[in-house]
């Protein structure tokens, strides 16, 4: 019988991981959590429920971690899954026959988004497009750090994708209000903008007025996520706003670069300002002039 082994990547997720853990527990013969660093009772949580507990330092996305957790994994086959997912029965059970019946090394699964309070069917990210590599024997896959990035078989590895049906995918919850969707695409559009720089690759005005409109009309129109009422709507305009910020943060980044640690925004410019006051000043005392070397946040 061949084993297998679910892995899960947390940060913070004390809401959800009871619920990632108890949907695959009874078909799968171990769970293993890896915790960057929680602050809330995440591990706790994942012990009590007879997860094997790793840490991983805390690097905000769960892709760096992704290739060390599966190298935890003791089963011949490997499940990763998000804490804020939940695999539907139908699906198990289908997981553990392609895995008895050795019918592939890698699987793609299809992935039911839920965004403000609904399932989407639709758009860009509907099951049919949503598919990720989630399933598959070890040994057979190659991973990347980069943000968002997906693992790839390797060569000659046997491909299967299980087709969305019924309830028969993973089951992301993945925002509830417009502010967490918006706190997330803050944050990742920050890690995805400086990763495109450190890859030396340059950035162009011209993305800010070409990406977002076409991923804006790919998404509702072509891929109709109109169908998805106004929340179809609403993401299909996220996404593109989520393009045009990733843009401006790269455009913004290799321009202007960093602003170094404790530096205030602008502070060359209002150094500049100040020094320009001092040097107008005539006839005043020398109290009335501006000591803008020694003021906190202006450049020395």
């Given at each position: 019988m061949s084993s297998i082994s679910a892995v899960i990547i947390t940060l913070n997720e004390e809401v959800n991981i009871s619920r990632a853990i108890l949907s695959v527990k009874p078909w799968v013969d171990e769970v293993v959590v890896v915790d960057m660093m929680s602050d809330d009772r995440t591990a706790?949580?994942?012990?009590?429920?007879?997860?094997?507990?790793?840490?991983?330092?805390?690097?905000?996305?769960?892709e760096p971690a992704r290739a060390t957790a599966v190298d935890y994994a003791a089963g011949e086959w490997v499940l990763i899954l998000d804490a804020d997912e939940v695999i539907s029965c139908s699906l198990g059970r289908e997981l553990r026959q392609i895995a008895e019946r050795d019918e592939a090394d890698v699987c793609h699964l299809p992935r039911l988004n839920y965004v403000l309070g609904k399932p989407m069917f639709f758009g860009q990210h509907s099951p049919g497009r949503d598919v990720q590599v989630r399933f598959f024997k070890k040994g057979s896959l190659r991973f990347s750090d980069r943000i968002h990035?997906?693992?790839?078989?390797?060569?000659g590895a046997r491909v299967y994708t299980v087709q969305f049906a019924g309830n028969r995918a993973i089951h992301h919850f993945h925002a509830a209000t417009a502010s967490q969707l918006i706190d997330?695409?803050?944050?990742?559009?920050?890690?995805?903008?400086?990763q495109i720089l450190q890859e030396c690759k340059?950035?162009?005005?011209?993305?800010?007025?070409?990406?977002p409109p076409v991923f804006f009309i790919q998404g509702y129109i072509f891929n109709q996520g109109w169908r998805d009422g106004w929340r179809g709507f609403y993401w299909a305009s996220?996404?593109?706003?989520y393009?045009?910020?990733?843009?401006?943060?790269?455009?913004?980044?290799?321009?202007?670069?960093?602003?170094?640690?404790?530096?205030?925004?602008?502070?060359?410019?209002v150094t500049e300002l100040l020094h320009e006051?001092?040097?107008?000043?005539?006839?005043?005392?020398s109290s009335h002039k501006v000591d803008a070397n020694n003021a906190p946040g202006i450049l020395r």
């Open positions: 706790e949580i994942a012990v009590s429920l007879g997860s094997r507990l790793y840490e991983y330092p805390r690097v905000g996305f769960v990035s997906f693992p790839e078989p390797k060569t997330k695409m803050n944050r990742y559009t920050t890690t995805e903008a400086e340059r950035a162009a005005p011209w993305r800010l007025l070409l990406f996220l996404m593109a706003f393009r045009l910020t990733r843009e401006t943060k790269h455009l913004q980044l290799f321009e202007c670069g960093p602003t170094p640690a404790g530096e205030a925004p602008y502070s060359r410019e006051c001092n040097d107008s000043v005539s006839g005043y005392p």
